[in-house]
């Protein structure tokens, strides 16, 4: 054979092999829009999920799914606490929507450069009776195509997949804890007692309609933004100072069945925040200025204008 035509075929060989290998790492992720249809890495739906267990070193985190949502537990710190039950379902979301897509190493010496070995950070997940569903070793962010790496215990294979999963879990615990100050249902709300600086009552009709206590005229859309405000009532942060600045101001829910719900407020700070503590709060949190005014307006914002006679002179 001719060395020209050798030299062709040769050619022709390395630049098939060349475009199957690029169509298979797909580097500059031209055929992203097929990640979606590719194979899930893990099998199922996030809700069989009722265990998380995050490793990271010494650093052991466990996460329980119950009936009111999820738990969190570090060992050695204040024992189960609540979990901010919408970020833990974010991180199951993002974990079962990664895709066998694009295989970037299955040489087990490259693991270190991803950082997917058995020592790296591991997260692992149980459905009921312990049954477990997956144990995957979180690793680092590519820096560009918004992309990390990951790999599953039992193989060697390494897959670049969309966002940071790593990034879901390995937190400060206290972002993983719920920052709820007060969580109940409006409809539920028989009256609410507002003392401070701005002092208050609402109390609802025989319709569950709340109105000024003693009756007068009452804006409804505004009375209905409060409701909402008060009823799902989050911190920023949990107040980890020893002493509590003075007190602002109380407000005392009661609901049906004879429940109350208090909350006390503090501050200002040094730095404009308010501190937050209810009966339903194992810790006082921050709270923003904005929503602490919100929920000590004056009287007369909640009165309806509308209902009230003109006593401006006629012309």
Known sequence: MPREKKNTILAAVVGVTFILGFLVNDPFLLFESSYEKSKPLLKGRSERVKKVTTIDGANKRVFTRTTEGWSAEQPGAAGVLRADTGKIETGLKNIFEARRYQEVSSNKDKQADYEVRDQDFQL??????????????????????????????????????????????????????????????????????????????????????????????????????????LSDLAGVKFFKEAKLPDSYGKIKVSLSAGIVKEIEFFGPTKDQEFIAKSTDTAEPLTISKSKVEALFPRIEDLVDKAGMPNLMPKK
Do not use: C, M
């Open 124 to 229: 692992i997940l149980e459905g009921d009776n312990g049954e477990k569903i997956a144990h995957a070793y979180l690793g680092k962010f590519s820096g560009s195509g918004n992309a990390s790496f990951i790999r599953l215990a039992d193989e060697n294979a390494v897959f670049a997949v969309k966002g940071f999963l790593k990034g879901d879990w390995n937190q400060e615990f206290d972002l993983y804890r719920d920052h709820s100050i007060l969580r109940i249902a409006k409809e539920n709300i028989k009256e609410i007692q507002v003392s401070g600086k701005q002092s208050f009552n609402l109390k609802a009709d025989e319709k569950g309609v709340l109105t000024l206590d003693p009756a007068r005229a009452t804006d409804k859309a505004r009375i209905g933004t409060y409701t909402a405000d």
